[in-house]
């Protein structure tokens, strides 16, 4: 029960977090870059914070087997396109899209909070999962 109510205070108190304007203020103030070279990935969202505040209340609004299959989807999508390219698995290489905006993988942890232990099991079941599959989310019981 006590372990029950202290999970429950955590999972809330980082939901928070990922819903509070000045975490996310902190987030889109970090940079990121690859090779010394500084990119543009979060110049859209610190524009439109909101938008980004926005999707991130519809995306946490979902359950989170949802969540995981919609990322797990993404991952498919893309093996998917890439093997039509007649790329393999061994160059497979993921592009991530916010709202439709290309981001690299570091600009979407932060921009998303989908942390990236999540996006490696999604990309690692993707991987292990028939081309064509579509994972449905499993209601939680
Ligand atoms: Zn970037």
């Not at 029950?4 to 980082?14: D, F, I, M, P, T």
């Not at 439709?100 to 999540?118: E, K, N, P, S």
Request: hydrophobic fraction near 40%.
């Amino acid at each position: 029960m006590r372990s029950g109510l202290v999970n429950a205070y955590w999972k809330s108190k980082r939901l928070c977090e990922k819903l509070s304007t000045t975490s996310m203020a902190r987030q889109l103030a970090k940079t990121c870059s690859r090779h010394d070279q500084e990119h543009t990935c979060k110049d859209l969202f610190r524009e439109h914070p909101a938008a980004l505040l926005k999707w991130r209340m519809l995306w946490y609004s979902l359950p989170s087997c949802d969540r995981h299959a919609r990322i797990v989807n993404m991952f498919l999508a893309a093996r998917t396109s890439q093997q039509k390219e007649k790329l393999g698995d061994d160059q497979f290489s993921m592009k991530y899209y916010v709202l439709g905006q290309a981001v690299c993988r570091d600009a979407f942890i932060d921009l998303t909070c989908i942390a990236a232990d999540t996006l490696q099991r999604a990309r690692t079941q993707a991987m292990s999962s028939d081309i064509g599959t579509v994972v449905t989310a499993s209601p939680v019981v």
